[in-house]
């Protein structure tokens, strides 16, 4: 069994971690640099559905747990 040895092994390793890039890219990195396809695909798929109707436990819908205050107007 020959093992690679000098720029061989470098250019297989390089190979292998670009390979790993290659296909992580669309599923990984794509959607985080421009997440617009998949707000879309949720509008469609959540219109007709209320969140406070299928909240658990008659628990809020989700607020800031900081609360900030909103500004008054006078």
């Known amino acids: 069994m020959a093992f690679f040895k000098g720029w061989r092994y470098a250019a297989f ?6 390979f790993i ?3 992580l890219y669309p599923i990984a990195i794509a959607p985080m640099i ?13 219109k ?5 109707d299928i909240q658990p436990g008659n628990m809020k819908v989700w607020t800031d747990p900081f ?8």
């Open 13 to 18: 390793v390089s190979g292998f971690v670009g």
């Open 48 to 52: 007709n559905i209320r969140q406070e």
């Open 67 to 74: 609360g900030r205050k909103k500004p008054e107007s006078d």
């Open 34 to 46: 421009d997440p617009s396809k998949y707000k879309e695909i949720q509008k469609v798929t959540r």
């Open 21 to 23: 890039g290659l296909a």
